[in-house]
Nanobody, 121 residues
């Protein structure tokens, strides 16, 4: 069982920055991929950014150029640096890990509990 714990959320003014952290209980080096998702009130959860085991990254169009995802394998921690924050970035941000288990390498999703990010305009 993998546990993911997010931190770093809070209240920030538009144009400001925050850095989210996701600490994992296992070795993230073995994870197939990790990512950040967010869910705003009344909206579906959406992918914000993802990073693969090999270090490839992908971003939602709405955050490209403003957010940066990274991982520190030695600390078993993933980060999301968020700059130039906008009111529409307000949401609960969730950490996700995709892990392959078993001989068939079945893929499983693990989630953190979420951290609130509120951007005031």
């Amino acid at each position: 069982q993998v546990q993911l714990v997010e931190s770093g959320g809070g209240l920030v003014q538009a144009g400001g920055s925050l850095r989210l952290s996701c600490a994992a209980s296992g070795s993230i080096f073995s994870f197939k991929a990790m990512g950040w998702y967010r869910q705003a009130p009344g909206k579906q959860r959406e992918l914000v950014a993802a990073i693969t085991r090999g270090g490839s990254t992908d971003y939602a169009d709405s955050v490209k150029g403003r957010f940066t995802i990274s991982r520190d394998n030695a600390k078993n921690t993933m980060y999301l640096q968020m700059n130039s924050l906008k009111s529409e970035d307000t949401a609960v941000y969730y950490c996700n890990a995709k892990i392959e288990l078993g001989l068939r390498l079945d893929e499983y999703d693990f989630w953190g509990q979420g951290t609130q990010v509120t951007v005031s305009s």
